[in-house]
């Protein structure tokens, strides 16, 4: 069973929004830190940002940061990206991750994945 399951994907135009939601699934991780990755067709994984299990600390990468927003509801173990002002290069499959380390997240690893939404930015 896949532990996050990723929602909210889809094709938009430019400039454009998208909310991407991630829910827990056959597992409770409400506990752990919650991130969101990318990966564009032939190009590696990259972070795109970070969220305490708090939902007290957030963090970004710089090519997103401004235009998107991570925010959890931990009463639902759910995590969500909103994404704000869509670029074609913001193209790719989307994925969520969890880990009881911020700092895993934040230099690319965790323990459980989703397997992923797509997201296609259209010029």
């Known amino acids: 069973q896949v532990p996050l399951v990723e929602s909210g994907g889809g094709l938009v135009q430019a400039g454009g929004s998208l909310r991407l939601s991630c829910a827990a699934s056959?597992?409770?991780?409400?506990?752990?830190?919650k991130g969101w990755f990318r990966q564009a067709p032939g190009k590696e994984r990259e972070f795109v940002a970070a969220v305490s299990w708090t939902g007290l600390n957030t963090y970004y990468a710089d090519s997103v940061k401004g235009r998107v927003t991570i925010s959890r509801d931990n009463a639902k173990d759910t995590v969500y990206l909103q994404m704000n002002s869509l670029k074609p290069e913001d193209t790719a499959v989307y994925y969520c991750a969890a880990s009881l380390s911020l700092d895993r997240i934040q230099r690319g690893s965790a323990t459980y994945w989703g397997q992923g939404t797509q997201v296609t930015v259209s010029s």
């Open positions: 056959g597992r409770a991780l409400s506990s752990y830190a």
